[in-house]
T-cell receptor, first 114, second 111 residues
Framework: DTGVSQDPRHKITKRGQNVTFRCDPISEHNRLYWYRQTLGQGPEFLTYFQNEAQLEKSRLLSDRFSAERPKGSFSTLEIQRTEQGDSAMYLC????????????FGPGTRLLVL | QQQVKQSPQSLIVQKGGISIINCAYENTAFDYFPWYQQFPGKGPALLIAIRPDVSEKKEGRFTISFNKSAKQFSLHIMDSQPGDSATYFCAASINTDKLIFGTGTRLQVFP
């Protein structure tokens, strides 16, 4: 197991376009988190799943954002009608809720909206 | 009340010196306090974590000091090395739920 993976690593898009990011958690990790990190800031929580259930969404997550985790495995984060303010690093993390509390982060997807 | 305040914003330390980063919180419901290390272009990686039932935890050169009454905790890096140059984030959570991160401290260790 090589850890949390995210795809793509970089994405450049034009304002108004839709983008989708994928996260593959560490196998058997039942919790999956999405965070957003802007330059010079700490990661900010967006949403998280326990298995396939989306348990919490931040107020940062506008209606243009949607996340899914079908079958409790990988997750996708879609941003519709992107805006320049969406430019950020999108980080995914996973944890095994029962056994340990550590959240393991992926390398992130850096989004640039032109 | 959900914020975690971190200082300093940046820190320059000579090789072999001690690096100290401080964090403060307001929400007394927080019960898990991890420190993450992040290198440019990488995701954060857990360095060390503490629960409020202990006042100090040490792992190698890294020590967390925790002051429950003051609602403060700090990271000490002993014998700082150039390879420690990175951005460090404190965080807090309730019941190991979503993490609330501080704003980060950029550490530079010069030889």
């Amino acid at each position: 197991d090589t850890g949390v993976s995210q795809d793509p690593r970089h994405k450049i898009t034009k304002r108004g376009q839709n983008v989708t990011f994928r996260c593959d958690p560490i196998s058997e990790h039942n919790r999956l988190y999405w965070y957003r990190q802007t330059l010079g800031q700490g990661p900010e929580f967006l949403t998280y799943f326990q298995n396939e259930a989306q348990l919490e969404k931040s107020r940062l997550l506008s209606d243009r954002f949607s996340a899914e985790r079908p079958k409790g495995s990988f997750s996708t984060l879609e941003i519709q009608r992107t805006e320049q303010g969406d430019s950020a690093m999108y980080l995914c993390a996973s944890s095994f809720r029962v056994a340990e509390e550590t959240q393991y982060f992926g390398p992130g997807t850096r989004l640039l909206v032109l | 009340q959900q914020q975690v305040k971190q200082s300093p914003q940046s820190l320059i330390v000579q090789k072999g010196g001690i690096s100290i980063i401080n964090c403060a919180y307001e929400n007394t419901a927080f019960d898990y306090f991890p420190w993450y290390q992040q290198f440019p272009g990488k995701g954060p990686a857990l360095l060390i974590a503490i629960r409020p039932d202990v006042s100090e935890k040490k792992e190698g050169r890294f020590t967390i000091s925790f002051n429950k009454s003051a609602k403060q905790f700090s990271l000490h890096i002993m014998d700082s090395q150039p390879g420690d140059s990175a951005t460090y984030f404190c965080a807090a959570s309730i019941n190991t739920d979503k993490l609330i991160f501080g704003t980060g401290t950029r550490l530079q260790v010069f030889p």
